[in-house]
């Protein structure tokens, strides 16, 4: 048997697992599946991907990302017909508890990262390769499988441009152009000129197919693989459902299945199937990254009489942090300069990669370089980490590793006004399974949490304040994930000031304030809102008489909400001091006072409350 | 004077005005500003924009948008050299108070929409010229300024396609290539050529030129309006900083002022200004577009033992309401069949329009419609509407009318798995200024108010279901914006359990059950989640000893933080079942006890509680 005529055969093993897991399942994507079949039965075992099935975290594995996450069937099935699956297990298809879910996610290994919302695979994809080329200098190759449907997604072109940009010629695009998209035609059906068109102007080769032919599907792999300088596409016509001919090209049918009357018939168009036969997958080279050893940490060294921002301190940190973390990678949205992250690209222009004004493609490359073992710490703006919240809200569901940094928080950023204000960030960040959400007051507490940062695994948040702000804690202060420090204390305190980042230092002149008055309220530094400190809140709720959250981003979901939620049991009256009218131009006193977020706000509530209770 | 002669003077008189405005600042975007200063004078001082200045909001206006919207500074200087700001107002800039902000916004009137977020003026671009195009009937032009920058922002990409898809001859976008961006050049540089042939690929017609020469800026301009079939793109070389040599093409002076010292030696290369000198704009055609008479609205008829989804409910309001609201105008995202937005468009099809599967675009498509007057209803899967957030994000500050539907919410939508589960979207819209929040669990509830929707202006959202739920009210049941429903209520009740959509369902189970135990809780249905129903949650926390919130979202800025919130400062406590654990494929019921949010969970909840209290 030769090798055209054993692709043949496992294309026909794959399009009957296709079938009989989603008959079975009762919903799937089947359709979007037997389109790209033939596509992937050559990539797999075509003697184009390497990969090792007993070491499948070998360093050198060829990776292979399915942007086009309902396509899972064909996941499955193809590693069912390289045996890494059976046909038992196949069955168990959406099943709740089965490692094989509706839309691809880690819970089966092989799964290099979740997807199943759409257009986010290529930029998943560019970060592996990025990490090849330029990280673990492997010649290992990343093929990503992509729908026609979604190259509308946005998020495509970025991941096109960087690529270009940064010669991926190790990374390897295939478009399954099927033309029907879930409820009809997509924008251009089957022109695939105007796919080449497109993404060979922006720098790509491209290879344009039959994708049911198997020659030229080989061919054009082959193509793609000595391409050198830039990446590969390949842009194959399919039929939507093909192998059986009441689905082949037909509307209707997306996410549907075969029902179990219909799938006999459906069967015998497929074929006499082997079912013993079993494809082959060669093995990659044997090599290994160069392990960078870890170095020791220099010391914090903050003068304490000179205020310094906390996002120049994200920058100061990260350089000083890398010789002990040496899997970190930075990346930064063309802002490198306002989030000081160009602090470390200064130091180690090596780990440090330009992402220009494209924070969904950001996201992804980091989730890419999550995948491969990387540490990445990914920081723009805190308003314009919104752009991303698809991303980052799918990277939770792939075990990710990642590290986001949003500067410029709050009204207090000034004169730039309202865009530019992150009002949001803490709410986005918090509302993810698992995230930690810190938002650090000085540079010595941002320092010696973004190490904390480091040493953990998960999906980090932290926020970081454009003003410089006075160093308040000293160099052997500890901070730790989950933590808080109450700053002020004593037994008359009446109430309680829970507060974070900028407000936090307002909350401190209200303290002194009211000091001479003879008012004394208890002052807690919450730089870490999820997890949040139960333990201190509790017992400043038993102190104190009523909480006052004071935090400069919008009333709902931010640190009022964190505070009253973790005292949900307890009967205590929690007062929430936020951002609640338009935010707009102007100084950022100004806008503390405008907000009713500053000392004098803090100040006010205090004495209005001691009025009354 | 001629007419260049003439231009040549306004542009004097604009650069003097940028850097007058922005050295009083302090802060702001001179360079951004000069670069793109020719391209806008000639725009609007050549003879090609048509606008009422005494009539902003004439339905035939041409409109402007600056996508680049740090270039504010040109914005204003260009509107004082038509004769519509002082140059004492422009020397506001930036002030708290100032309706010149930082960054454009709808303070200034002349402002179509709020930017400075990069990325997103293309698309809002294209739904005003959508809105005349295909919906007006008016032949008034739409013109896009846009940054090189943010041509790295995929959302372009989205709006460029979506533009030439649906042929948007009336749209001339402009990209002031001036080569560096914040912090350094761009990826392209000054290579026109990769701008015009990436542009021109999706169909567009390119027109390159030197964006200094008044005689190639105008004969552009008159190009792009002689094109038929096909939006215009105008690629312009440009320098940043230009008219002031010690700024010109010089990195590092992005979003930097000259300072008061420097002034006059750059007033000095402007050279003489004539500052009497201003600009005319002819007036448009006196055209209006045709006003659709309103209708009357059928009534509401479910059969009160047939569940029916509110997903569906959502495609049949649409289409029961259109007559009595003949602004609306209807977006999806390629999932028409899954949101059931597909039953407007097939009784309505030139109001609907077909968006592909690129939120972002969609959202900024709405910004558009919105600023002409269009009441535009938005869905995709929940999920989904987290790639839209920054675009969300900013039509806040907008003075949006926008309704967003999030279909397919919750880990009950089975099989599909996580990808697909809209988990924090009630998280995300509740972080906005003034949204409106809204979770129906029935068919009638869901046409009612949707309803509501439409009768009152801002940014709305509301929740649907994907599996068939009872229909729980009547057809003359009343539902309002910040209203709730008691569903259940005795003198007996122990707990409160508040609930909204499919959990809601699950909370009527539980009462049935508990009741035969002699367990009676109060169950609320709120419906409207922001804004809230305190009093009746008030009244509640009165007359039980506890609350439970349950829903199908996370735990952070959900439900139960929104129940928590509203009771602030009442002593009571509350608990809340929200989705905890990592949501995967599985049965919907299965997938609802897993998550402990099922009528089985609340029971055991209500029972640990009756124990301890």
Redesign the interface.
Known sequence: MNIEEKLIKLAKLIRYFILVSTTE?G??HPTSSLSATDLMTCLLFGGIFRFDVQKPEHPNNDRLVFSK?HASPLFYAQWAAAGVLTEEELMSL?????RL???L?K?FNLVEA??????QGLSIGAGIALNAKYIDSLPYRTYVLLGD??M???????AI?IAA?YKLDNLVGIIDVNRL???GE??YGHDLAAYE??I???GWETIVIDGHSITEILSAYDKALKTNGRPAMIIAGTTKGKGVSFLEDKNGWHGKTVTKDELPKALAEIGEVDKSIRGEIPKPEDLMPDKKPSGTIKEISYAHDKPVATRKAYGNALKRIFPAFPDMVVLDA?????TYS?IFRDAYPDRFFEM??????MAGIALGLSSRGKIPFVSTFA??L??A??QI??SQ?SDANIKFCGSHAGVSI???????MG??DI??F????ESVVLYPSDAVSTEKLIEEMAKHKGIYYIRTTRKETPIIYSSDEKFHIGGSNVLTESKEDVFTVVSAGITLHEALQAYEILKKENIFIRVIDLYSI?PIDRVTLKCAAEDTK?IISVEDH?A???I???V??SL?????????LAV?K??????PQ??LE?EEISAKAIVAKVKSLVGKM
């Open positions: 399942a919903s799937g996450g959406r099943k709740f508890g089965s879910e509706g839309h996610t819970e979740s997807t199943g919302s759409l257009g449907s979604e509308a997604e946005g998020s495509q072109w970025e441009q940009y998209g879930q409820r997509t924008m068109r497109r060979s102007s922006f063309e802002v490198s300069n306002s160009e220009y004004v494209a924070e969904q493609n308003a314009f919104t752009r919240h698809d809200r799918m569901y000034g004169e730039d006004g309202a865009s530019q009002l949001e709410a986005m918090r509302a993810l399974l999820k009523a919008f709902e979901g931010g009022g909400e964190a009253r939620n949900a049991e307890i009967a205590i009256p929690v007062y929430s609640r338009m935010p707009r131009s102007g100084k100004e806008l405008n």
